[in-house]
């Protein structure tokens, strides 16, 4: 019985232990964020370069997501900054994927953020690879953010498709 007690208390601390082994990025400082999101510690960091830029985690089965945020101090600068990082994205995958097949936006909500998401797929031009992607906006009022997610991955990469819904999970304002 002592062993068992024992085997269930080594389970509860590694379970404990791997909770701590994730890394939670607050965009663009910890001292002042616009957002968090927790992903798992082998996910590899690219930081933003500059304070509007994406900082991007990548997993170790090629998923790739990339997050920033924009200022939106006015409904009108709102609109206009949603409809200038819409149309860069557009560009991005005109720019980088070929045979691109882009589902309409739906209404979403992550973290208490309303928002909307698209889900799309088509192939890098370069390799030729089948990609799969979800582009999303979502709005944080009270700080008057958009926080744009970008996720990448291939489309058969089921692993890697489960840490993206679970990190999504963990995106906060």
Known sequence: MKR?????????????STAWADQTIMYPTQENADFS???PDDWELTPAESKD???TVDGPTGASFSFRSLTA?????????????????LDYLK??????????????????MEGFAAVGSGAD???GEPVAFVMGWYFNTNKG???????????DDKEGAEQASKIMDTLKP
């Open 53 to 55: 830029d994406y900082f």
């Open 37 to 39: 999101v927790t992903v």
């Open 145 to 155: 953010k958009i926080i744009e997610v970008w996720f990448e991955t291939a489309p």
């Open 73 to 89: 101090k006015s409904e009108k600068q709102a609109k206009k900054n949603l409809e200038d990082a819409i149309q860069e994205s």
């Open 4 to 16: 068992i007690g024992r085997i269930a208390a080594m389970v509860a601390w590694l379970s404990v």
């Open 95 to 112: 720019e980088h994927f070929k045979d691109v097949q882009l589902g309409d936006p739906k209404d979403d909500k992550v973290g208490g």
């Open 125 to 127: 031009k370069e390799s």
